[in-house]
Each structure stands twice: as C-alpha cells, then as structure tokens.
C-alpha cells in the first residue's frame, strides 16, 4: 500500500527516524488501526516512549506515526509525527470552591485538509453556533468550508446564505441538498485524491447523508432525525478515517460538539476579523471597549459599522477562550465579582437603597 495515497509527506520523517511511516485510520481505546506500507495493521502505543518521561504525545484519527511494524501481531507506536493542522477538546477539572485547576486537552482528529462546517437550512439553522464552529475551524490550521445542507426543505435560503456569508469571511459557503444532488458539484474542488475532510456540526444537519452522496455510495449510517425539533442523534461511536473511492479520505469523529476554544486567538482574529480591524483604531492599545474615550469600537457601534449582535457574539467566545485557557483565574474573578455585588446591595440597604 502506498503512503503516498493517504496524504503521508516524506518530510515529516527526521533523518535519523526509527520505524516506518504509518497513518492512524481508527481509535478504540488502547487499540490503533493502522495503514502502512505492508497494509491494514493494528498497533498500541509503546508504554515508555508514551507514559514515560518522554511523554510523546498520544496520537489520534488522522495522525502519522513511526512503527515497528509486526507481520503476526499488533505493531509497536514508536512516535507521533508533527501535525499541521488538529482538533482539540477541553477536558477542565477543577471545583470552584477551592479552585483546584487542571486544564488537560486531547486531540481528537489531525492532518486534515479542510473543515466541512455544517448547518442545516431548517427550522434548526442557528448562527451564533455557526459563528462558534467557523472559530473552531480557523482555529485547528486547516481551511473552513461552509455547507448548508438540506437545500430542498426551504423554498428560499437566500437570507441565511447572506447572513452567513456576512459572518464567514474568507471561507466559502455553499447550499447543498444530499437528497437532491443539489450544489454537491461545486464542492468538487476540495474533494482531491490525498486530501482529508473533517466534519464539524451539530445532530441532525445530515453529515452522513451527505457523506453517502460525495461518496457515491453508502459508508456512514443514517438515522431519521426527529419530527418535533429536527434534531438526531450521533451515529459514530469511536473516531475513524474512512478513504473514499474517488480517494477522499473523510475524518469521522464522535465528541466535535464538546470541542472546547482551546488557545482560540489565532481562529478568533480568523473569524472575527472584520471585528478586531476596529482594535488598531482605539486611542489606548489596552482598550477594553467598554468606557475608555477615543474607543473605534464604540464608534463603530454606534454608526452601525458593527452590528451589536457581531459585537456580543465576539466578546462571548472571547470570554469563553479566556475561561478555557485559565479557568481558575476566571473562577477566581467571577467569585470576587459577587462579592463586590453583594458588598455593595449591602451598603446600599444600610443607607436606605441610596
């Protein structure tokens, strides 16, 4: 099998590398399916290069690996090969009593080309949740792509395709219908022989039936979504790559909805660009947009520039990154925030609410 044909760059490999070049296809706890030069394999993780002092980072769906390949058995994960692009969840622990904080991520797809970031035209289409995808995505490195789905259920999708495209600048957006056929052909350009596709959305916008109609045939499961609120339900139960006929491999993966802003700087300015351009405006670099005079995001808000709804989407992921990033610190100060509240009802009742 070659390589090649899953995406693999000989360049990720160092000089002096031990092992061959494998791709990760699928997790199942401690278990890989792996893809190699020899074929299909499976391998495990070789316990002092990854739960030793090392501590090489654990590999996912997606990732290159370096193996010591075993033709009568499971082969041995030597090394995890850099990525260039991931998805990261948040796994935050902690009590807010005694913030104890321990910030943990883990990656739960890599090396992927584009992001499929999906929502359905129904009654389920939200546009605050597709703002939160669209960071997600230009945060993981990988270019975000757009895809409404179910074209066919609306007479007229033009207002959620302007309204989207009001929000997606630099990402191409596109109205489909698996059903239909409708739209599917002008998304043949980042469907390419080496290229891997991950998936981002919520349930019941219709990723498998979609996928089912790129492929040509049927790969994923479809379950019927539910009368009363559109929604279904996640049909994967671990996370895989799946290589299609025309050569696309497509990333699968349960748990995208948990996905947390991780380090979310680099996709917020992405995806807010169009907002932080009024930042370098602001008479004070350390502007918090919020009292201080000479402030362009004011005016701007003001004039209608920005629309206030842009403006209360930014700071809510904003804050959400922050919370991500420090959690204790966040606790921390929205604890001190209610004291100083209540610190205040309290004199304010002791002179007679004044």
């Not at 090969?81 to 998805?87: A, D, E, N, V």
Request: overall charge positive; charged content about 25%.
């Amino acid at each position: 099998m070659n390589l090649l044909e899953y995406g693999f760059n000989p360049a990720m490999l160092a000089e002096n590398g031990d092992g061959i070049a494998a791709r990760i296809t699928a997790v199942h706890k401690e278990r890989y399916e792996l893809v190699c030069e020899y074929g299909e394999t499976f391998g495990r993780l070789k316990a002092s290069v990854y739960y030793g002092q090392g501590m090489e980072e654990f590999p996912t769906t997606g990732d290159f690996v370096l193996i010591k390949y075993n033709n009568s058995g499971d082969s041995i994960i030597l090394k995890t090969l850099p990525r260039k692009s991931k998805f990261e969840r948040n796994d935050l622990k902690g009590h807010a009593a005694d913030f104890v904080k321990t910030v943990l991520s883990q990656v739960i797809a890599a090396n992927f080309d584009y992001v499929f970031v999906m929502a359905s035209l129904n009654k389920d289409f939200n546009l605050k949740r597709l703002e939160r995808y669209l960071t997600l995505a230009w945060q993981s490195g990988a270019v975000p792509v757009i895809i409404l789905t179910k074209a066919d259920l609306v007479e007229d999708y033009t207002p959620q395709m302007r309204a989207v495209e009001r929000v997606a600048a630099g990402a191409g957006v596109y109205a489909v219908s698996a059903k239909t056929g409708f739209g599917l052909d002008a998304l043949k350009d980042y469907l390419k022989p080496r290229k891997t596709v991950v998936f981002l959305s919520s349930s019941g916008v219709g990723k498998s039936s979609l996928v089912n109609a790129l492929a040509g045939e049927e790969i994923m499961a479809v379950k019927e979504i539910r009368e009363d609120d559109s929604r279904g339900r996640h049909t994967t139960t671990h996370r895989q790559l799946i290589m299609m006929k025309n050569g696309v491999m497509v990333i699968d993966t349960p748990g995208m909805r948990e996905l947390g802003l991780w380090d979310a700087d680099a996709g917020l300015r992405e995806a807010f660009d169009d907002v932080e351009q009024f930042f370098a405006g602001c008479r004070f670099s350390d502007c918090k947009h919020q009292t201080e005079p000479g402030c362009a995001v004011k005016a701007a808000l003001k004039s209608g520039e920005l629309s206030q709804e842009r403006w209360n989407s930014y700071v809510s992921l904003r804050r959400e990154a922050k919370f991500a990033e420090d959690r204790g610190g966040y606790l921390r100060h929205k604890e001190q925030c209610t004291k100083d509240i209540a610190k205040f009802n309290k004199a304010r009742s002791k002179y007679g609410g004044y």
